[in-house]
């Protein structure tokens, strides 16, 4: 059996977050190595998907729900304007293979992106 994510271990409370919103299903807590002024990830409390692709084809009403998530976090801490960053894959930033999503806000320019 695999180790526990750090995701799975902030759901379960074994390591300690900045928690802004949580429910039956999602947890959405403060990055400890912000890229934004507000960065904010909002994870399934489920393990079993890898990344956004198993997530959106194996139950896309969770996925809604973190996007609406995102939304009401950037309301209330960033005036409603954010990005939304899900990295799929090694070579595409993706460090710890529990779908995810970054919520990041605050002075954001395109050029950002690189």
């Given at each position: 059996?695999?180790?526990p ?12 977050a900045?928690?802004?919103l949580?429910?039956?299903?999602i947890i959405?807590?403060?990055?400890i190595?912000p ?13 079993r998907?890898r ?8 139950d ?55």
């Open positions: 059996m695999a180790e994510t750090v995701f799975e271990r902030i759901v379960a409370r074994e390591i300690p900045e928690i802004v949580e429910t039956d299903t959405a807590f403060v990055d190595a890229k934004a002024p507000m960065h904010v990830l909002v994870v399934p409390k489920t393990a998907y990344d956004v692709v198993e997530l959106a084809a194996g896309p009403a969770l996925l809604a729900e973190m996007v609406q998530a995102a939304q009401a976090i950037a309301r209330e801490r960033a005036a409603g304007d954010f990005r939304l960053v899900f990295n799929t894959g090694e070579l595409a930033g993706q460090t710890v293979f529990h779908a995810h999503a970054h919520v990041l806000a605050g002075s954001l320019g395109e050029d950002s992106l690189a």
